[in-house]
């Protein structure tokens, strides 16, 4: 199982990004899909995440300017960033629960830096 991030960069506050993340392997059952993020000298954190059925969950300082979504038949999941702060600056990694055990597995992570 691999996850294959991507969509990070630099971006001026009030900007926009969209991350994209997808699955690989064969025969896979996705649990929750989503997104966490670390910034320096912090712990990672959780910014967003999808059930399988489509319901989002969110870090309270990014709801309503991020938006989570998911194609379970491509096996992908995005990450629409809107309205960035420099606050938002961290690495993004996304995470996806596999398998009827759920292990958590984690992409390689994506940097995302929002700054003048």
């Known amino acids: 199982v691999q996850l294959q991030a991507s969509g990070g960069g630099l971006v001026q506050p009030g900007g926009s990004l969209r991350l994209q993340c997808a699955a690989s392997?064969?025969?896979?059952?996705?649990?929750?899909m989503g997104w966490y993020r670390q910034a320096p000298g912090q712990q990672r954190e959780m910014v967003a995440l999808i059930s399988s059925t489509g319901r989002p969950n969110y870090l309270d300082s990014v709801r309503g300017r991020f938006t989570i979504s998911r194609d379970n038949a491509k096996k992908m999941v995005w990450l629409q960033m809107n309205s960035l702060q420099s606050e938002d600056t961290a690495v993004y990694y996304c995470s996806a629960e596999i398998g009827l055990a759920r292990i958590n597995y984690w992409g390689q992570g994506t940097q995302v830096t929002v700054s003048s």
């Open positions: 392997g064969s025969g896979l059952i996705i649990f929750n």
